[in-house]
């Protein structure tokens, strides 16, 4: 799998580019997902910003009756805890760094490369950021969970260990409970990472409120 290239969305800057952005869609959906929130974001530095909207692999879900879908990595069940694909997220998450890296060789500090990821992509936009041997500018994670928490504790790159990390969720989402969200953000807090955590009353989605939050995380990174 990891011979493989993503394939991607892209939405090129206007003006000269400085930063990157690569964003992950959920589960079923694919890189047009999120696409359109980009002038919602109302970024300052917006002309300058790449960005890169990743599809998923197409492999069969457990949990959707063995359907081939865009997916990060396989479910297994559907259970608070969510037995999942643990092999499945290193295979994504290997497969964004060369995402990275392409923006690096472009001559985009690592500093100025923004992961952000919804529900599946935020795992994975966590897992590949949080090991990633050198400094981001940050992490945003939505609506999502950490199911790789133990092996981070042992295998997260001291590089991203002050990478701010944003973190938000819907207080009565049906897919991904808060309570796997909160317990994701409390454990890294423990761990020492600066996150900034936000609920609302959504399901799993995003909300004005939440794209409003965004903006201001983003705007304080890319300036």
């Not at 992509?121 to 945003?140: C, D, E, S, T």
Request: a negative charge.
């Amino acid at each position: 799998m990891n011979s493989m290239q993503l394939s991607a969305i892209e939405i090129q800057p206007e003006a000269e580019h400085k930063y990157s952005v690569i964003w992950l869609h959920g589960l079923g959906a694919d890189g047009h997902d999120f696409e359109g929130l980009v002038p919602e974001l109302n970024l300052t530095a917006k002309a300058n910003i790449h960005f890169i909207f990743p599809n998923a692999p197409i492999q069969p879900v457990t949990i959707n009756g063995g359907m081939s879908m865009r997916s990060w990595y396989d479910i297994l069940e559907m259970s608070l805890e969510r037995r999942v694909d643990i092999d499945g997220i290193y295979q994504s998450a290997d497969l964004i760094e060369p995402l990275i890296q392409r923006e690096i060789d472009l001559g985009i500090p690592s500093t100025n490369i923004l992961l952000a990821g919804f529900s599946q992509g935020g795992v994975i936009a966590l897992h590949a950021g949080l090991r990633y041997p050198q400094p981001l500018a940050g992490i945003v994670a939505l609506s999502t969970y950490l199911p790789t928490i133990e092996q981070l504790t042992t295998e997260r790159s001291a590089a991203n260990h002050a990478a701010p990390i944003f973190m938000a969720h819907g207080i009565i989402d049906p897919v991904v409970a808060v309570e796997s969200g909160k317990a994701a953000c409390d454990t890294l807090k423990s761990m020492d990472y600066e996150v900034e955590w936000h609920d609302y009353v959504m399901e799993h989605n995003l909300c004005g409120e939440e794209i409003e939050h965004i903006s201001a995380f983003m705007n304080s990174i890319f300036k």
